[in-house]
């Protein structure tokens, strides 16, 4: 088996990202945006013993799960590695993924299992987009699957229409005042990446742009204010952010206003936040909205709660509306403000405190005063770090309310609790549709407890 040679598989089964696998002379295939059933001619890009991965060169029977994907990028950029499935199959491949993991990590064999969300394009309200230049010209796009090769694009079916006048009105400025572009290789040029956001708020739309330089400023700042206002159809504002860093972090704490408000409004959860342009949010409302109810629901009345990477607070202020105490833990400075204020915006200011520091810094100092308390955690994709569990089972919450990015990290880290806690319920929140990603909450009650 050696690299660019053609072999003719049948997909039986798919891999935790989706991509399609075979079966074939004591080998394993990976084949990216094949389904199963099909019948495909393949080109061996890579050999790792009896693991080999492929690509697609020629279809000889397609499945009838398979799907226009309607992207112009589909299959270049990688973003949306299952968009040529029909949404029921999606839905199976994450189901089964989740399962297995349960089966493998923690020796839990699931049933059904809960699934939310319709499929439905549009969802994202963020988007970052690098520049590039095609034949001389500055192009907002995507980078090409594997590369940092940016692929020029126009429209995005999984963020709405919004984005089109966004990047016809950049790109317009840009050339027009003839701004360079960013090379990585050499470091220089201006233009890094644009992201922007689309937030509903009370009366209307508010957009936040940052502009990412490699640099202090451009020219022309206040022209592309006003033709971003006469682009986006509702409040826009405008921020630049300085980035000479030579790496790929998009953003850093370098930023100043243009144009508009140093926060953002965001109608959610039945309330109005206030974020900043750097805070996180859940890139799909919809879902996130359906998230926070459960967990609140699960939430005892009058319960003391920790709120452990709380990020701008708005999971703690809702928690807070059936709580009589909750901690927020979040290690973002600017964070902490929005989530304070946010408490205050919720009408909990009297009920939610935040606090600024590592989680695995702070609980333990917090947890040995608490009392019977819940504990609520949604971490990164790392996961539970080796200290919080540590203090769950020194100081041990009644319930814990675990909502992940990460399958593969929650099932460790249920692993690790499982002989301190059982599962009340296991349930998907489809956060991010035509992709392999599922957010997860998980409730556990602590053994022998009455909750």
Request: charged share 25%; net charge negative.
């Amino acid at each position: 088996m050696r690299e660019k040679e053609l072999y003719t598989v049948t997909i039986d089964a798919y891999g935790m990202e989706g991509e399609g696998v075979a079966h074939t002379d004591g080998f394993v295939f990976f084949v990216p945006y094949a389904a199963v059933g099909e019948t495909v001619k393949v080109a061996v890009d890579r050999v790792k013993g009896k693991l080999v991965f492929a690509h697609i060169i020629k279809m000889l029977d397609s499945s009838t799960e398979r799907r226009d994907p309607a992207c112009p990028l589909f299959g270049k950029c990688g973003g949306c590695t299952l968009r040529h499935l029909s949404y029921d199959t999606q839905r199976e491949i994450k189901t089964e993924n989740v399962r297995a993991l349960f089966h493998k990590n923690v020796g839990i064999n699931l049933g059904e299992i809960p699934f939310f969300g319709d499929g439905s394009d549009g969802y994202r309200n963020k988007i970052a987009l690098p520049f590039g230049e095609k034949d001389g010209e500055a192009v907002l796009g995507m980078y090409r699957r594997g590369t940092h090769k940016v692929l020029p694009l126009e429209r995005c079916p999984l963020h709405g229409e919004w984005i089109e006048p966004l990047i016809e009105a950049t790109l317009s400025f840009v050339r027009d005042h003839k701004i360079s572009v960013y090379d990585e290789g050499t470091g220089k040029g201006l233009l890094r990446h644009l992201v922007a956001r689309r937030l509903p708020a009370p009366e209307e739309w508010e957009y936040g742009v940052i502009l990412v330089v490699n640099g202090g400023g451009i020219k022309g700042e206040e022209a592309l204010a006003d033709a971003l206002e006469r682009a986006l159809p509702g409040k826009v504002s405008l921020y630049l952010c300085e980035n000479k860093q030579h790496n790929n972090v998009i953003l850093t704490d370098t930023i100043r206003t243009i144009r508009g408000t140093d926060h953002l409004t965001a109608s959610i959860g039945g309330g109005v936040a206030e974020v900043s342009p750097l805070a996180f949010l859940q890139v799909n409302f919809s879902i996130a909205e359906r998230i926070y109810s459960r967990v609140v629901e699960c939430v005892p009345e009058g319960a003391t709660v920790v709120d452990a990477y709380s990020g701008t607070g708005i999971m703690s202020a809702l928690l807070a509306k059936r709580a009589r105490k909750v901690v927020g833990i979040e290690i973002i400075p600017g964070a902490v403000r929005d989530a304070n204020e946010n408490a205050v915006r919720f009408g909990v200011g009297d009920r939610v405190t935040h606090l600024c520091g590592e989680v695995e810094r702070l609980l333990p100092t917090l947890a040995p005063d608490l009392g019977e308390y819940t504990l609520v955690v949604d971490p990164p994709r790392a996961g539970l770090d080796e200290t919080i569990v540590k203090t769950i089972f020194a100081y041990p919450p009644e319930r814990i309310l675990y909502v992940s990015c990460s399958p593969a990290t929650l099932t460790r880290d249920l692993a690790r609790l499982s002989h301190a806690y059982s599962i009340d319920f296991v349930e998907l929140y489809d956060m991010f549709p035509s992709t392999p990603h599922v957010e997860t909450v998980v409730s556990m009650s602590r053994a022998g407890s009455k909750g």
